[in-house]
């Protein structure tokens, strides 16, 4: 098994955490554009906890958080921008640290009706660009359809760094494990097992449903003969309808606390899991959790 790796957590939710502005429809963006010295501090809180993996604050530089107009303008210059903020914060870290470039879903988190294949790649392709010179490795975020993930595999054949993908899973505890589309994850991961990829991570889903997609990620790599990342950022959401809104109202969280978060992430590590972090409501106290874990890991061996 490979040696385990800690991510980050939920830049946006650790944003309004510190202070940041944080509202709908700019969601981390806000921070991005008004007070950029949050984005840093949130950076920086996850790394002295332990991350070894910092993630760009690009996910709301897209038309549905930012608007057509402010995204045409400002858009890929944002991305940069905090491309340019997560490498300075890892640069200047005590430890190393990697950065993440993120593609986000171009057209809202869970809406995978709302998708549109030439769009999003004019979307993600610019994202790309603007964030390529300045991360170590790239991971595309909570996608939710075979329709996206083939999307974002067309844009990662463009580099050699680590491209990894995050489905976002159907909070529903189900057999076969699904995404948000009601498409099974191993269809999911079949589409793209022979492209470009070099891990398959699972996000913003609650950490009930995680280990039933480790496990069918097991079966499908298994039957393939590959090695891959396997990653996993579970949210503190409540669970997620199919019919959300993202931009009409803050998503209620239920306080998973960090040891009952430790707990999920054990079965995670002995199902596969080599990257481990934390996504919405998962804060640099969970981080910290993890990372002692890892450490008592180390020295056990």
């Not at 650790?14 to 949130?42: C, D, H, M, N, Y």
């Not at 660009?129 to 996608?143: F, G, N, P, T």
């Not at 996504?279 to 180390?298: A, E, F, N, R, T």
Request: a negative charge; one cysteine or more.
């Amino acid at each position: 098994m490979k040696s385990l790796t800690i991510l980050d957590g939920g830049m946006g939710r650790e944003l309004k955490r510190i202070g940041a502005p944080f509202s709908q429809p700019l969601w981390s963006a806000q921070a991005l554009i008004e007070a950029p010295e949050f984005v840093t501090q949130a950076h920086l809180n996850f790394i002295e906890s332990g991350a070894e993996i910092i993630t760009v604050n690009s996910y709301a530089c897209v038309p549905f958080h930012l608007g057509d107009a402010l995204y045409d303008e400002k858009g890929s210059t944002l991305a940069t921008h905090a491309a340019i903020l997560a490498k300075d914060a890892a640069v200047n870290a005590k430890q190393d640290v990697l950065v993440a470039g993120s593609l986000p879903p171009p057209f809202g988190s869970y809406r995978p009706d709302l998708f549109q294949p030439v769009r999003a790649k004019e979307i993600l392709t610019a994202l790309f660009a603007a964030q390529d010179d300045y991360v170590d490795l790239w991971l595309a975020e909570s996608i939710a359809s075979i329709k996206e993930a083939l999307v974002v595999q067309s844009i990662f054949k463009q580099t050699q760094k680590p491209c990894h993908y995050a489905f976002t899973l159907s909070d529903e505890v189900s057999s076969p494990s699904t995404l948000r589309s009601g498409e099974s994850v191993c269809d999911a991961i079949e589409a793209i097992i022979t492209g470009k990829i070099e891990g398959i991570f699972f996000n913003c889903s609650i950490p009930e449903v995680m280990e039933q997609a480790l496990q069918a990620t097991n079966d499908i790599l298994k039957k393939h003969n590959i090695t891959l990342d396997i990653g996993v950022f579970a949210n503190s959401f409540a669970p997620i309808s199919q019919d959300h809104q993202a931009n009409d109202n803050m998503q209620g969280c239920r306080d998973v606390s960090p040891e009952q978060y430790f707990e999920y992430a054990k079965r995670w590590r002995y199902l596969g899991a080599n990257i481990i972090g934390g996504c919405c409501g998962i804060w640099p106290s969970h981080i910290k959790m993890l990372s002692k874990w890892k450490k008592s890991l180390l020295t056990a061996t």
